[in-house]
């Protein structure tokens, strides 16, 4: 009787997810000078604009900890503005700015390249069947 192979897919996923974030991460900080976590904060505010840090927590899945410093990074870059939420005292809205915008710019082409380099290892087929299972994997509920 012959055993299943261990695919070991959890391990499998976490080394494909370092690969491709420390190969994305090269090529966006040399196209635009941030990194793939900090692009994906981009272009959560710039497609929800005076969200809060909470709302942008969510939006990415991450603690509200590692937002907090996220945001920081990126007001300190002059990427993201911060201001007061209008009913929230203690709330502040994020706004992406003019730096910002050119940051997310500055980054596309290295982000279509690089998703055409994935296309190009997994085929069309494989792409589109790849991001609907990690999309399914990414809201499941254990």
């Given at each position: ?79 993201v ?24 710019t ?37």
């Amino acid at each position: 009787m012959s055993a299943e192979p261990d695919l070991r897919l959890y391990f499998l996923l976490q080394r494909a997810a370092h690969r491709l974030r420390t190969s994305a991460d090269r090529r966006c900080v040399a196209a635009a000078g941030v990194t793939t976590a900090q692009i994906g904060a981009l272009f959560a505010v710039r497609d929800e604009p005076r969200q809060t840090q909470q709302q942008l927590a969510r939006t990415l899945g991450l603690r509200e900890s590692a937002v907090t410093a996220l945001v920081a990074r990126l007001t300190a870059a002059g990427l993201v503005a911060k201001s007061a939420h209008p009913t929230e005292h203690r709330a502040v809205v994020l706004e992406l700015t003019e730096a910002g915008e050119r940051a997310l710019t500055a980054a596309q082409p290295e982000i279509d390249r690089f998703n055409a380099e994935l296309r190009a290892v997994l085929g069309d087929d494989g792409f589109g069947q790849a991001a609907q299972a990690l999309r399914r994997l990414a809201y499941w509920e254990a």
